[in-house]
């Protein structure tokens, strides 16, 4: 009768406690966050914004009437082709893990995820947001960055050349950048700071924007008739879209809805407008009037610069980083550019490249660790970071250089890079796309 009991006594107290010895398991497994997963869903919505139609607009507004179609048409078919890219290969090559620990791993993450195969729409991954969704946001970054390019040979390129050389880039250009900075690579192991692509994104394509420009060759009548935007309002247009859609990549990049993503929504509005306002003052005092396209060109000079900045400057930290990227982006297109006569068509080097440097350099000496947690810049006493920020930057450039004028050579040789001189003065919407934007 007493072993009876002694029974009696465990068993019910192995069947009280068995809704603790479940909770506790059911804690330690992820659980979907659904506030963060709503606001992702957001900010990938707005990044896409960003390229059609912002960078569409704001490209398209800048250019000659008889080529708006074919700057617009290249945005519009990266958005489709890269996303292609992205999910069948560019994901996996910069977050796989199958070749980590392993020399291959330094150049590419893996292939265990080639076409998402082996990620179910439960699995998470930071945030506790599902991992397919963070695989889309990722992918309107590698879909907007080689489109940036488009602003440097504008007006002059063949429409076959400049597919297969951006599929190219994608591949062995942003796809390497992005594993080593984002997806474990040796830049992020050396610490280096780039919260939303100042290193992936926009140095890279700044520099590799420069490369081609020069390699290309000027366009016809450059430096010696006048190449003005047709559509003016269309840049301002092209602004407003891409300067909201820059609060889902900047304030998005945390994957959490939460006071880091705050904070970065506020430090990309107030260098853009630090950068906007002093651009336009710059141009008011030595060009005696402020012109609508050099305050959006001034905004954004600010939105390019804080984005390696968001997830780490406080304020301060982007009152000056906007302050200071309008000085250099505008002595950088105002005086650096007529200097060397290089045909940078609407800035793309001057404005990304620039503009990124800068950024990514600043983040060095502003990171604070009121917003970081850890690491915080020269400003509060850590030279450290600024030395990190300068060398794998100016790596980025080098392999950007590099890595650009071997594609263009290799796509020249096969299908060509420039336009005759024909389609060149007739127009690129007629005779690459037999189409006119306007016919009245």
């Given amino acids: 009768m007493k072993s009876f009991f002694k029974f009696s006594g465990l068993t019910l107290f192995l069947l009280a406690a068995y809704p603790f010895a479940t909770m506790a398991q059911t804690t330690d497994a992820p659980v979907l966050d659904s506030g963060n997963t709503a606001w992702i869903l957001a900010a990938t919505m707005l990044v896409m914004l960003m390229t059609i139609p912002g960078l569409a607009f704001f490209y398209g507004g800048m250019v000659r009437r008889k080529n708006v179609l074919s700057v617009m048409m290249q945005c519009v078919v990266l958005t489709a082709v890269i996303t292609i890219e992205w999910i069948v290969y560019g994901y996996t090559a910069v977050f796989g893990t199958s070749f980590e620990g392993t020399w291959i791993g330094e150049i590419v993450g893996g292939m265990d995820k080639f076409f998402l195969w082996g990620i179910p729409k439960e699995q998470l991954t930071a945030g506790n947001i599902p991992e397919v969704l963070f695989a889309l946001f990722q992918c309107k970054f590698a879909v907007i960055t080689p489109a940036l390019i488009v602003g440097a040979f504008a007006e002059r390129m063949k429409f076959s050349g400049f597919l297969l050389f951006s599929v190219l880039w994608s591949i062995f250009v942003y796809n390497p950048m992005a594993h080593w900075v984002w997806g474990g690579g040796w830049m992020m192991r050396m610490g280096a700071l780039d919260f939303a692509g100042g290193t992936v994104v926009h140095i890279n394509a700044g520099v590799s924007a420069l490369v081609i420009a020069i390699m290309l060759g000027r366009r016809k009548g450059y430096g010696t008739s006048s190449i003005l935007p047709h559509n003016v309002p269309f840049v301002v247009l092209g602004t407003a879209l891409l300067w909201l859609g820059w609060f889902g990549f900047n304030a998005g990049s945390g994957l959490a809805a939460d006071g880091l993503a705050a904070n970065a929504f506020l430090v990309t509005h107030l260098a853009t407008s630090v950068a906007a306002t002093t651009w336009m003052v710059l141009e008011w005092v030595i060009n005696k009037k402020p012109t609508v396209i050099g305050i959006c060109t001034g905004a954004v000079a600010g939105l390019v610069a804080i984005t390696p900045a968001a997830g780490s400057s406080d304020a301060l930290g982007a009152l000056f980083i906007g302050l200071l990227s309008?000085?250099?982006?505008?002595?950088?297109?105002?005086?650096?550019?007529?200097?060397?006569?290089?045909?940078?068509?609407?800035?793309?080097?001057?404005?990304?490249?620039?503009?990124?440097?800068?950024?990514?350099?600043?983040?060095?000496?502003?990171?604070?660790?009121?917003?970081?947690?850890?690491?915080?810049?020269?400003?509060?006493?850590?030279?450290?970071?600024?030395?990190?920020?300068?060398?794998?930057?100016?790596?980025?450039?080098?392999?950007?250089?590099?890595?650009?004028?071997?594609?263009?050579?290799?796509?020249?040789?096969?299908?060509?890079?420039?336009?005759?001189?024909?389609?060149?003065?007739?127009?690129?919407?007629?005779?690459?796309?037999?189409?006119?934007?306007?016919?009245?």
């Fill in 326 to 440: 309008a000085i250099v982006c505008f002595t950088s297109v105002a005086f650096i550019k007529p200097k060397f006569g290089y045909d940078d068509s609407l800035d793309a080097f001057g404005v990304h490249g620039v503009g990124g440097f800068v950024g990514a350099i600043l983040t060095g000496v502003f990171a604070s660790k009121l917003i970081t947690g850890e690491a915080q810049g020269a400003l509060y006493g850590d030279w450290h970071q600024l030395g990190v920020q300068v060398v794998v930057n100016l790596a980025a450039v080098v392999f950007s250089a590099v890595m650009t004028f071997i594609l263009f050579k290799i796509v020249d040789k096969t299908v060509g890079m420039r336009v005759t001189a024909r389609v060149e003065e007739e127009g690129l919407d007629v005779y690459e796309h037999g189409e006119s934007a306007y016919n009245a």
